[in-house]
């Protein structure tokens, strides 16, 4: 009856007796939620222009919060760090293009992915040697990152809301927007997209494989570079940030390979359930710690319903 | 101009490496292979601390010519603080080097029954499984200066301002990385809880929370503890304190273990940290003998992999005093067995038998870096003891005088629980020579 009663019953009467921790936490479940789905963008671009799952997402973040800081360490100033990062994430995609992929076009998918997981080891390596593996703060002020909080007395009780956190909400939500814009309004956008459902046809029509393919790397580099700041601003600049790229695999377990939109509303819906979870039924009922495998229980039960995830395309395959 | 001198060293250290692996440098060189993690998750703290063992031994070869004429050759073997890979590194480098540096509470509980086998002794300082400290059943490990159960005492007294009973009623969170490492104290916590009437809350996160710790800090703020104690290691420490300055709790009513006292994790809060405090068993001073050879041996040369400013840090000058201890260990064993170049086993005896007072601290240029302290074939660790570091918004200073661990509360503890271990082990040898 206890176990029932702290089950049911209790969650919510928390709820209820302190509103104004229930809306901390649910401000830090859509904080998450963003970050996570940042990620989860990095991943579902290149799956949707090449089918390749790209286990080198994490340290392309790694890599670009490095070369951001290391380049200010060097005396560059911060504004001019950012679009010189950027260079080296567009010449890190013509390279990955270059060396990597063109050799394996036609190859099967998991050689693809064997391959990302050779990017991944080199630019550990190579990432170790160019900048050491010591904790380096991020360069938060410099880019004019707001660093206060916003403190409300809600129902008599205290909320603080990071501006550092709303400035990645806001950021995030507007990189969204230019990404949805890109893809659906422009030309390019729209050839990635056309690759994505069919290289064959994509290429008769005159689309070039490599130059889509720099492309999306690219911008997958933008958004590894937006997830280095945003992560990085909370717990320092290190290798450490590489991990945070399996937080993203529940959510595209969630919002399926292919949908932009998918990964924006996956990593939402896990961010906030995930933080209701821990807060008010992990940590009284299971000890804590829910987070590490909340995501992907919460995923596979999805997974049973609607195997293509919540916004994946259902593909039927005729035999 | 740093990259291609980082480059070069990478290089020069891969040529030494593979020449140090050639029979005609193996009698006049002794190999000391550190399980390094300069990558993953946990390269934060272990890049500067290996950055410190490696140019203190380089300093050596530099200056001295290595030891007693012996040059000692210092290699790395990358785990990522991986389990897997430390096991795969242990196995690599049995055969050449004449210490394991395992350098995790993982892989070091992974390697601890092999070393019976092996024969080769295990180098844990302030790390790995605290009863090791209990030489007669844990022949071939050693965990000096001081053990974890210690770091947990010493901080709890030191919270306390001496008197447990203080303790009485209040709470205390332990956070701690959901790993063997951050389940360490928690037996030896919970012991003194039920003594001292405290309520003990260990709250656990994981790998991939290290850097979000909002769901930790909610549970904190609704917890309302007197004391936060973390056990935290890697991304875990930055983590934390950004979560911590985040939502105002006390920096003053947060302390940590040595491993959660690196200044790049303050660095990340900056003034916001202010008042938080690290139990340190070694302290960094600069100017020190040992310091300033380094400096002009070593960082002045453009050898070191150190990045600027890392030479002032605790984490730094903790890896130059556990290589010191290794290095202390085979000039006791080539003393004791009129020999050059030692053995595992004659190394194994110069670790049960590391006598650094004052006095020979002070000779050997490391006065106030580290507590004195000795070993016997009985005490593994030496329970040297340790200070209260303080972040002062820029830098750790001392805030207490050398504490000590409660050993009469952990030893019988200590000693159950290396009982245990050996039963749960059986046939688990025990050093049955050992009269202490």
Redesign the interface.
């Known amino acids: 009856m206890d176990f029932l009663n702290s089950l049911l019953v209790k969650p919510f009467a928390d709820m209820v007796a302190a509103p104004d921790?229930l809306i901390?936490?649910l401000w830090?479940g859509i904080?998450?939620g963003v970050?996570y789905a940042l990620i989860a963008l990095g991943f579902v671009l290149i799956y949707k222009s090449s089918r390749i799952f790209n286990f080198a997402q994490g340290i392309m973040v790694v890599f670009a919060a490095l070369t951001l800081v290391g380049l200010h360490e060097k005396g560059v100033p911060a504004l001019l760090a950012v679009p010189l990062t950027l260079v080296v994430m567009f010449i890190l995609a013509v390279g990955i293009e270059r060396v990597v992929l063109r050799p394996l076009v036609n190859q099967p998918d998991i050689i693809l992915f064997m391959a990302t997981i050779g990017i991944t080891l080199f630019l550990?390596?190579f990432g170790?040697?160019?900048f050491?593996?010591?904790?380096?703060?991020m360069i938060t002020e410099q880019l004019y990152i707001p660093t206060g909080?916003f403190e409300f007395e809600p129902f008599g009780g205290f909320v603080?809301i990071?501006q550092k956190d709303l400035t990645a909400v806001i950021g995030a939500g507007l990189l969204v927007i230019a990404l949805l814009v890109f893809l659906n309004r422009s030309k390019m956008g729209r050839a990635i997209r056309a690759l994505g459902d069919d290289h064959q046809a994509a290429l008769s029509v005159g689309i070039s494989l490599s130059t889509i393919w720099v492309l999306v790397w690219f911008i997958s580099g933008i958004i590894a570079l937006a997830t280095g700041i945003v992560?990085g601003a909370?717990?320092?600049v290190?290798?450490?940030?590489?991990?945070?790229a399996?937080?993203a695999l529940p959510v595209l377990m969630l919002g399926g390979l292919e949908s932009v939109s998918g990964a924006i509303i996956g990593g939402l819906m896990i961010g906030i359930l995930?933080?209701l979870f821990?807060?008010y039924w992990g940590?009284p009922l299971l000890?804590?710690?829910t987070?590490?495998w909340f995501a992907f229980v919460f995923a596979l039960f999805v997974l049973l319903f609607r195997p293509q995830g919540l916004f994946g395309e259902r593909i039927i395959e005729r035999v | 101009m740093k990259t291609l001198s980082r480059l070069g060293l990478l290089s020069a250290a891969v040529a030494m490496g593979a020449l140090a692996g050639l029979p005609a440098l193996a009698q006049d060189s002794v190999n000391v292979t550190n399980l390094s993690y300069r990558t993953g998750p946990f390269a934060a703290t272990g890049t500067p601390v290996m950055n410190g063992q490696r140019d203190y031994i380089m300093m050596l070869n530099e200056r001295d010519g290595g030891v007693n004429g012996v040059k000692i050759v210092y290699d790395e073997c990358e785990t990522g603080y991986n389990t897997e890979k430390g096991a795969e590194c242990y196995e690599k480098t049995k055969g050449s080097s004449i210490v394991t540096q395992p350098w995790s509470t993982g892989i070091t509980l992974q390697v601890l029954p092999k070393s019976n086998v092996d024969k080769i002794p295990i180098l844990a300082p302030g790390y790995g499984f605290s009863p090791m400290a209990e030489g007669k059943t844990f022949t071939w490990a050693f965990n000096p200066p001081t053990t974890y159960w210690d770091g947990a005492s010493m901080i709890l007294q030191n919270i306390a301002d001496g008197n447990l009973d203080s303790l009485k009623g209040k709470k205390i969170v332990l956070l701690h990385l959901d790993a063997p490492f951050g389940k360490e104290p928690i037996p030896l916590m919970q012991a003194y809880a039920e003594k001292h009437g405290f309520t003990l809350l260990p709250i656990p996160v994981g790998l991939k929370e290290m850097q979000n710790q909002s769901a930790q800090w909610l549970q904190i703020r609704r917890e309302r503890p007197d004391f936060v104690v973390m056990w935290g290691w890697g991304a875990m420490n930055a983590g934390a304190l950004t979560e911590a300055a985040k939502t105002k709790f006390p920096m003053d009513k947060f302390v940590g273990i040595w491993w959660s006292g690196s200044d790049a994790d303050l660095k990340t809060v900056g003034e916001a940290g202010k008042g938080y405090r690290s139990i340190s068993w070694s302290f960094p001073v600069s100017d020190s003998k040992t310091m300033q050879d380094i400096k002009t041996h070593v960082i002045d040369k453009g050898k070191s992999l150190s990045a600027p400013g890392e030479f002032d840090y605790v984490f730094y000058q903790r890896g130059v005093v556990i290589s010191m201890f290794a290095v202390e260990a085979i000039k006791s064993a080539q003393a004791h067995f009129n020999t050059k170049v030692v053995t595992p086993e004659q190394l194994r005896w110069g670790f049960e038998n590391l006598k650094l007072d004052d006095a020979y601290l002070a000779e050997i240029g490391f006065t106030g870096m580290v507590p004195p302290f000795s070993t016997s074939c009985a005490n593994h660790a030496g329970h040297s003891g340790g200070w209260m570091l303080q972040w002062d918004g820029a830098k750790f200073v001392k805030s207490s005088d050398l504490l000590k661990a409660d050993e009469t509360m952990i030893q019988p503890l200590a000693i159950a629980e290396a009982k245990k271990y050996a039963e749960a082990n059986a046939p688990w040898p025990t050093n049955d020579e050992c009269k202490m």
């Open positions: 921790f901390q936490v830090e904080v998450s970050l550990v390596g170790e040697i160019i050491g593996g010591e904790n380096k703060v909080s603080s990071e992560w909370r717990a320092g290190s290798f450490a940030l590489e991990v945070i399996f937080k995930e933080k821990e807060i940590q000890g804590g710690n987070e590490t």
